[in-house]
């Protein structure tokens, strides 16, 4: 009986490989697999040279040559996301070097990019609540307007997936003032000192609060 089973088992084994020879599975799947890490090398490549771009483009003191440094930094990044269109830090890379440029919408819609699936998934929480941070400093950054109340969401969110991030404290408790939130505003600047001790503009903050109460 058992040898019966077994002799079944090897002739259905048999008869699926010659199925898939026949079809050239095996070399067919062998080759995507090539493929895809040629392609994720690649774009891994291309975002190497855009963030090398981007770093000259923020040190340069030159207002020319930081914005042709941030357009060739997006032009990696395109590359990058044409490679791997699931890869939300190629996304990010293409945001930052589009709002040198001064692009902002441009560069608030490749950040809504990269945090929306399936892109985000790529990211930890640490960098999904710095790029939330960043999405709110460029909502603060083009209207204060409409917005306020969009990048404090992103901004509570900010916080929490990344509780080091002085800078969204700060901009958070910029956030409590314009809603007239005095108390918030207070603690979000108190928390960010806590982080960063020698930050001047939660120290400046928390004396303007201080001034306004009296």
């Known amino acids: 009986m058992w040898t019966d089973i077994l002799l079944q088992a090897g002739l259905i084994l048999v008869t699926v490989f010659m199925f898939l020879a026949m079809h050239d599975i095996p070399q067919k799947l062998l080759n995507k697999l090539r493929y895809r890490n040629r392609a ?24 020319s040559s930081s914005a042709t440094l941030a357009k060739q930094a997006e032009s990696e990044a395109d590359k990058a996301v044409s490679l ?35 892109a985000v998934k790529t990211l930890s929480e640490t960098e999904k609540g710095d790029a939330l941070f ?17 990048a404090m969401e992103d901004l509570s969110d900010a916080v929490k997936m990344s509780p080091e991030n002085a800078k969204a404290f700060c901009l958070l408790g910029e956030c409590y003032e314009i809603k007239k939130l005095s ?12 982080i960063d001790s020698n930050s001047a503009a939660a120290k400046a903050a928390l004396d303007r609060i201080g001034s306004s109460s009296k």
């Open 183 to 194: 108390e918030e505003a207070k603690m979000a600047f108190e928390a960010a000192l806590k």
């Open 134 to 150: 960043k999405r709110a400093e460029l909502k603060m950054s083009m209207s204060r307007r409409g917005r306020v109340d969009s």
């Open 84 to 118: 791997d269109p699931k890869d939300a830090a190629a996304y990010i890379l293409r945001s930052i070097a589009l709002d040198i440029q001064g692009f902002k919408t441009s560069a608030l819609d490749s950040l809504d990019i990269a945090l929306s699936n399936p």
């Open 40 to 63: 994720d090398l690649q774009a891994k490549r291309h975002f190497v040279i855009g963030a090398q771009y981007l770093a000259q483009a923020r040190s340069s003191k030159s207002r």
